[in-house]
């Protein structure tokens, strides 16, 4: 049976979102007011362990053409992004979280500029984040510093919430990365993108579900899929440690020559093999890692699995 096709699809993945739920198909269902007639959307349940499965079932009829993958557990949230993606049959595709902090009213404006500027994407850009100073400043010296060592250009306080047109959606959803950065393979698609400022709304209710390590996990995923970087860093300095090696046993040999006196060599001893034990354990620490992503990327495992569709 050929699959309908759709004007829109909007994705959002769901992990414990309960508080947020009513909310949020309160405020859809006003902005569905304003989007094409022929729309759906795609609520992904990510292995949620409260009620949040059970309210989408029983509320999803209140709006129009709505449907809930189940994963079979939680797979993180750009796995849960990655399967709505490949569900989704719409000319266009947006990304939306379930916390409320990108607002879904939004998403008319974003539809009107991507006409406008005749775009393939476009992506959310937060003027201001409504959360706590260090936070802030930590998302605000990430951007900053992926922006520097990465082969991509990730456009500067973006993150998941944009629109896309469906060529684009196909070429991402093709790359079965175990290890997903979605923005990333956003921005290294190319095609024509433009950004949309807007000001983040702080979360609505509960506690963000990215915490600190997944934020780091998310950075480090965006690192080895995007550049050589520590692998350069390490080369760097094994280039440095030798060359100050060597100027020291010159340095050596000239005094031993010159009858000058020469440094205690216990404490200078230990501090060579402090510094190149240290040296040493994190080139195995970078070069493990990297071997580690890349037999996850060699196993070829599912990203995700769906156990149901409602």
């Known amino acids: 049976m050929k699959k309908k096709t759709f004007s829109l699809s909007i994705v959002i993945p769901v992990y414990n979102e309960i508080e947020n739920l009513p909310s949020l198909l309160q405020r859809i269902k ?8 022929n729309s759906e959307l795609i609520f992904v349940n990510d ?34 992004l990655l399967a709505g993606l490949t569900a989704s049959n719409g000319e266009v595709i947006g990304c939306l979280d379930a916390d409320l902090q990108d ?34 400043f930590i998302y605000w010296f990430a ?7 990465l082969r991509i250009q990730i456009p500067l306080d973006s993150g998941d919430f944009c629109l896309m047109k469906k060529n684009v959606k196909k070429i991402i959803i093709t790359h ?16 024509r993108q433009v950004p949309f400022i807007y000001s983040r709304d702080s979360r609505f209710k509960g506690k963000s579900k990215y915490s600190f390590s997944k934020l780091l996990e998310l950075g480090f995923n965006g690192i080895v899929g995007f550049t050589n970087l520590p692998i350069l860093f390490l ?23 010159l009858n000058y006196p020469s440094p ?47």
């Not at 495992?301 to 769906?306: A, D, E, I, N």
């Open 30 to 37: 006003t902005s569905q007011t304003k989007w094409p007639k």
């Open 235 to 257: 080369g760097v300095i094994g280039v440095f440690g030798f060359t100050a090696s060597l100027c020291y046993m010159l340095f050596l040999v000239t005094a031993l020559l």
């Open 176 to 191: 079965h990365d175990q290890n997903l950065f979605l923005r990333g393979l956003r921005a290294w698609v190319g095609f």
């Open 103 to 136: 607002p879904p009213e939004l998403i008319e404006k974003m539809l009107k500029q991507m006409h406008k500027d005749k775009a393939d994407v476009i992506y959310g850009v937060r003027k201001n984040r409504k959360e706590g100073a260090i936070k802030t």
């Open 264 to 310: 205690p060599g216990f404490v200078s001893l230990m501090v060579a093999l402090l510094l190149f034990s240290s040296i040493q354990l994190l080139a195995i620490w970078v070069i493990g890692f990297y071997v580690c992503k890349n037999y996850e990327e060699t196993r070829k495992r599912p990203t995700y699995l769906v156990k149901s569709i409602y």
């Open 47 to 80: 292995g949620s362990s409260d009620s949040s499965l059970d309210y989408l079932k029983r509320h999803k009829g209140k709006l129009h053409n709505a449907k809930v993958l189940d994963l079979t557990k939680n797979f993180g949230h750009q796995a849960a």
């Open 143 to 149: 951007y900053r510093f992926l922006n520097k060592v």
